[in-house]
Structure formats: C-alpha cells, structure tokens
Nanobody, 117 residues
Framework: QVQLVESGGGLVQPGGSLRLSCALS??????????LGWYRQAPGKQRELVAT???????NYADSVKGRFTISRDNQKKTVNLDMNSLKPEDTAVYYC?????????WGKGTLVTVSS
C-alpha cells in the first residue's frame, strides 16, 4: 500500500505563488514506476485533473493551468511537487495527490489552497 500526504496549501493573494508537495510511502521501485498527479476540487464542483507526470517524466496539464503550474517528481525523495504561479481566485480548491500503477490507485487527503485578497 502507498500513502500520500500533501502539504504546502494556504491562503495566497491573486498573482502569488505556492508550492505543494506530496510525500509518498512505499518502495522506491513502485513509486518510480508509477504515474503521479495532482487533482483539485472546488466547492460545489467535481474533482478535476490539474497535472500529471508519468514514470518517464512526461507531463500533462489542464488547459486552465498551462504556463502557470509545473509538476515535478523526485523518485529518490519519494515526492511529487506542484509549483503554482500567477494564482487566480478560480484556483481555489482542495488539491489532491494521486498515485496510479497498473490497476492500483491511491489518493491523499488533500490540502486547501485559497486565492483571495
């Protein structure tokens, strides 16, 4: 089993930046072979994809965050990060870390990001 713990959320003004981090438990082998991602869920809305990164380092972003957010992974440190710049009020949501490998999927409990003046 893999556990995921997110950190780095908080209150930030529009135009500001935040870095979210997700610490994973489990073997380096299983983490390195996994597909990792960040998703978010705003109040009253469905959970949506923000960014993903494959085991080979290929990244994918939602159109709404392209050019502003960057996902990265460090398999040795067992972490996946999300650097968020030029934040907008519509980025306000609970952000969740996701692990996928073969047919197995795990989620973190989420970290709240609030973008407001």
């Amino acid at each position: 089993q893999v556990q995921l713990v997110e950190s780095g959320g908080g209150l930030v003004q529009p135009g500001g930046s935040l870095r979210l981090s997700c610490a994973l438990s489990g073997s380096i082998f299983s983490i390195a072979a996994s597909h990792l991602g960040w998703y978010r869920q705003a109040p009253g809305k469905q959970r949506e994809l923000v960014a993903t990164i494959s085991s080979g380092g290929t990244t994918n972003y939602a159109d709404s965050v392209k050019g502003r957010f960057t996902i990265s992974r460090d398999n040795q440190k067992k972490t996946v990060n999300l650097d968020m710049n030029s934040l907008k009020p519509e980025d306000t949501a609970v952000y969740y870390c996701n692990y996928r490998r073969l047919s197995v999927e795990y989620w973190g409990k989420g970290t709240l990001v609030t973008v407001s003046s």
